[in-house]
């Protein structure tokens, strides 16, 4: 309806990479977006910036900064609160945030700690505010400005399914963010609440910017079959496409987003 207030839609680790992607891509289909950072603010105000240009309604559609690092349980609970204090709502949740490993180690020497604070960052943050997103809607009943409902949206990766020996601890927590949104998805499809995951490949971001020569020489070797980088383009379109509804009967899909890389081929 045209004097509907926009969707609100909370899109964490929103300040750059993926997540400034799918924050203009969800401008840019006049959404109003919590933008989700963990320190830098000077880069989430440039996303906010970027999403305000992109915007098809400016003057309605709002992009608000919060800082919370989901590794935390407080912070999780703070930004859900600030969120609905400031924007009154949240039609949906893009759980996005991530971290690699600040060095990348084989399996025989990986530390505890290390994977501790991964786990605690990819797996545990993105489940537990799921939790509270979810138990908010289920408790409020509110009404959603999205066509077929909530919608909760897990970014994972081909490191899920993949093995890289180097940074076990990275896909492990992947994987088990996987299986995160298989349970979700489970759980919250009889509440119209649908769930996805999307499994991005070979990103240019910063996370992939201090190995890119390793990965300019596995494409060139043709292993991603169209033969390019994905973008945060790319993923934001992919979470356009599940917030507009057009999805409506897939809740716990898994969309890979990565040029076809895994393929099985002879």
Not at 214 to 234: C, E, H, I, M, S
């Amino acid at each position: 309806m045209p004097d509907s207030p926009p969707p609100v839609i909370l899109v964490t680790g929103a300040s750059r990479g993926l997540g400034r992607g799918i924050a203009l891509q969800l401008a840019g289909q006049g959404c109003s977006v919590v933008i989700n950072y963990a320190g830098n603010l000077d880069a989430a105000n440039e996303t906010a910036a970027l999403c305000r240009a992109a915007a098809p309604k400016p003057d309605a559609q709002r992009f608000v900064p919060i800082q919370a690092d989901i590794s935390s349980a407080a912070d999780r609970a703070r930004l859900v609160s600030e969120t609905l204090a400031q924007l009154g709502r949240i039609d949906a949740l893009v759980n996005n945030a991530g971290i690699a490993p600040k060095n990348r180690a084989d399996i025989t020497d990986a530390t505890e700690e290390s994977f501790a604070h991964l786990i605690r960052t990819n797996l545990q943050g993105p489940y537990f505010l799921t939790q509270a997103v979810a138990n908010h809607w289920l408790a409020a009943r509110p009404g959603c400005a999205l066509h077929g409902g909530f919608k909760i949206i897990f970014v994972t990766s081909t490191s899920a399914n993949t093995a890289s020996i180097s940074r076990g601890d990275y896909c492990i927590s992947k994987a088990g963010l996987a299986m995160a949104a298989q349970l979700w998805a489970l759980r919250l499809a009889s509440e119209n609440i649908q769930v996805v995951e999307l499994r991005p490949g070979i990103m240019a971001t910063d996370m992939t910017s201090a190995v890119k020569t390793k990965y300019d020489r596995f494409l060139a070797g043709g292993n991603v079959p169209q033969n390019r980088w994905g973008t945060p383009d790319d993923v934001g379109r992919a979470v356009r496409a599940v917030v507009a509804g057009l999805l409506p009967f897939s809740t716990g899909a898994v969309i890979p987003i990565d040029g076809g890389f895994t393929l099985r081929k002879l």
